[in-house]
């Protein structure tokens, strides 16, 4: 197995924490790309929502989060070790690699299963992670 990533939030607290903390992160990335794209003040003001800078953090988010890389039997032998985790798997369960997301918190863990496109299921499942566990758990005050 490998890992991927280094966020792995133990509770909602950490993960809330880490989200408010991205969000200064997320108008500076914002805002050097509009710089890059040479975007004048009043298309910037007219394009760059509080929707956009949202999106930015969320993609940062997603993107830290720690995922472990490994075999169909390496995941079912994780999920013995975690029988109170609700299981939410997208692919099928016939290939032969998995890549999983855990989030203690909520008692769920996301996976991704793959044959060959390790990069892809690897962004795929950090995105449905972030949907599924994250997005409305963060949003709640």
């Not at 989200?19 to 805002?31: C, I, P």
């Not at 930015?56 to 993107?63: G, K, M, Q």
């Not at 798997?89 to 998995?98: D, K, L, P």
């Not at 994250?134 to 949003?139: E, G, I, S, T």
Request: with cysteine; proline share 2%; charged share 35%.
């Amino acid at each position: 197995m490998e890992q991927e990533g280094r966020f792995a939030p133990e509770t909602l607290e950490a993960a809330r924490e880490r989200y408010e903390a991205l969000g200064s992160t997320a108008q500076v990335v914002v805002r050097e790309v509009a710089k890059a794209m040479e975007l004048d003040r009043e298309t910037y003001r007219e394009r760059v929502t509080s929707d956009v800078i949202e999106t930015a953090r969320e993609v940062l988010f997603a993107e830290s989060l720690a995922v472990t890389v490994g075999t169909r039997e390496e995941f079912d032998a994780w999920r013995v070790d975690h029988p109170d985790y609700e299981v939410c798997e997208i692919g099928s369960e016939n290939v032969r690699r998995v890549a999983w997301h855990a989030a203690p918190f909520a008692e769920t863990v996301v996976a991704a299963t793959f044959q060959d496109e390790r990069e892809a299921a690897v962004g795929t499942l950090r995105r449905q992670a972030f949907g599924d566990v994250y997005r409305d758990a963060l949003r709640e005050n």
